[in-house]
């Protein structure tokens, strides 16, 4: 448009200049005026034109600025991809390499690990054909000893050691095979040895009825038919043992909130001196020449059929009020000897214990 309004204004020009030429005087002047005035507005327009030139060449420069800029951005998140390519494939490909060797690993530790279980079932196997099979029990200590510090076969091995040491008759064996399996007890493991003294009790209990002589009201053990009298010992020997492992539990503290069962339990031959039966269920308990001297016995409240064979009970610490009159009706003092050692004990000591056992209550 500028253009168009420039070749217009310029025939304007020539024109005035042809007709200046023709004219004068006054004429003249005026068509000079017109002139100069045209001349200006032809260089404004010279200058508009000019500005619109620089305007044009403004945008295309900011046109290929923007362009710059925008590809630049392109660009450089184009070579900053190129360059975590770069550093990235090495370390996938050392990631993969490292899954696959620790997969390879894996099958292979699997592998192993297969067979070491397959063995162990298979010598758990025979362990158990040595134990059914055995004539003499020494084999049974050699054979379920690996198993009993198994993760998978640990509690059946100890129930075959129960099993085991029940049938045997060897004296050695069970302390070998009984402080292999249970020893030190715990309260995790004092079920199981309960279990193995419940069954032998019985056996042993038998036997004593077997050896009592009515005519002279004592025990004679040449009643016994000589397998008897080695199961005698066995017995004798086995429950003294177990007594004796069972001790440092009973005089420790007990968790809160664990009950101590000892019903249809035996024991003999023990100093369970100090011990802690507060609660305690000891109903038929057979408890034989042991030693109560500072036992708390209170809070005990299950208690019938309870057997205290010359122990010397009120010795205790403490009894609970209704164990107590059980034990004076049932289990008054006798004279003779009392616990393990044959300690003699005077009707005066069983009169001032009485008396600080109902103080204490």
Known sequence: MVVTAYKRLQDTIDSLQHAAARANGRNATRLGSALDQAMQALKSLVEI?????????????EKKILYDLDHAANQERSDTRQRYVTI?????????????LLSQTYQFSKSERDKELATEDAQWAAAVKTVSEAARMSPIAVALNPFLKSKRYAEPAKRTVVQALV??????????????????????????????????GPRLGK?????????????????????????????????????????????????TGQNLDLRGTWFKDCDWSGVNLRGANIQDLDLRYAILNGADLSEITSFNGV????????????????????????????EGAYGPTDVVILPEEYGEALARLRTNK
């Open 49 to 61: 034109e000019k500005s619109e030139t620089e305007a044009r060449k403004l945008r295309a420069e």
């Open 88 to 100: 990235l494939t090495p370390i996938a490909t050392t990631v993969i390499l490292g899954l696959t």
């Open 167 to 200: 049938g045997t008759r060897d004296s050695l064996v069970f302390a070998d095979l009984f402080r292999q399996a249970f020893v030190p007890v715990g309260w995790k493991n004092l079920e199981g040895v309960l279990q193995l003294d419940r069954a032998l």
């Open 207 to 255: 036997l004593y009825q077997k050896t009592y002589d009515p005519k002279t009201k004592t025990n004679n053990d040449d009643l016994l038919s000589p397998e008897e009298r080695e199961q005698l010992d066995y017995f004798t020997s086995a429950l003294s043992d177990i007594s004796l492992a069972v001790t440092p539990l009973l005089r420790g503290p007990r968790p």
């Open 307 to 334: 057997y205290l064979y010359r122990t010397a009970w009120w010795q205790a610490k403490r009894i609970s009020r209704e164990l107590l009159e059980y034990l004076i009706k049932n289990w008054p003092y006798e």
